[in-house]
Nanobody, 121 residues
C-alpha cells in the first residue's frame, strides 16, 4: 500500500521558521518528483515548491527566497524549510509525489494527509 506520511506544521510567529517533513510514498514509474502544495480556501490546491530526483527545483513567487525544498533520495524523505514566515503563509500544506517539475496539482499522483501551518502577526 502506498503511503505518504507528513510531520511538522504548527503555529509560529511572523518572521520565524518551521520545517515540514514528508516520508514516502516510494518510487514507482512516473512519480519521482516531490513537492509541497497548499490548500487555498475556495480555490483548490496550488503549488508551493517542487523538486526533481536530481535536485532541480521550482517555487511559487510568493515563497521564493524564503522557503527551501530538499530531499533525501535514499530514504525518500522530502523537506520544506520555511523561513521568515508571514501571516499569509497560513494554510494547510500537503506533500505530494508526482510526474513533473510543475506547480500544477494535476501532475500529482499521491498526496500526504496535510499539516496545518498557522502564522501569527
Amino acid at each position: 500500500q502506498v503511503a505518504v506520511l507528513q510531520s511538522g506544521g504548527g503555529s509560529v510567529q511572523a518572521g520565524g521558521s518551521l520545517r515540514l517533513v514528508c516520508t514516502g510514498p516510494g518510487y514507482i514509474h512516473g512519480n519521482s518528483y516531490r513537492g509541497w502544495f497548499r490548500q487555498v480556501p475556495g480555490k483548490g490546491r496550488e503549488g508551493v515548491a517542487v523538486i526533481g530526483y536530481g535536485g532541480s527545483t521550482i517555487y511559487s513567487n510568493s515563497v521564493k527566497d524564503r522557503f527551501t525544498v530538499s530531499r533525501d533520495n535514499a530514504k525518500d524523505i522530502t523537506y520544506l524549510q520555511m523561513n521568515n514566515v508571514k501571516p499569509e503563509d497560513t494554510d494547510m500544506y500537503y506533500c505530494a509525489a508526482g510526474r513533473a517539475l510543475s506547480l500544477n496539482p494535476d501532475y500529482v499522483s499521491t498526496w500526504g494527509q496535510g499539516a496545518q501551518v498557522t502564522v501569527s502577526s
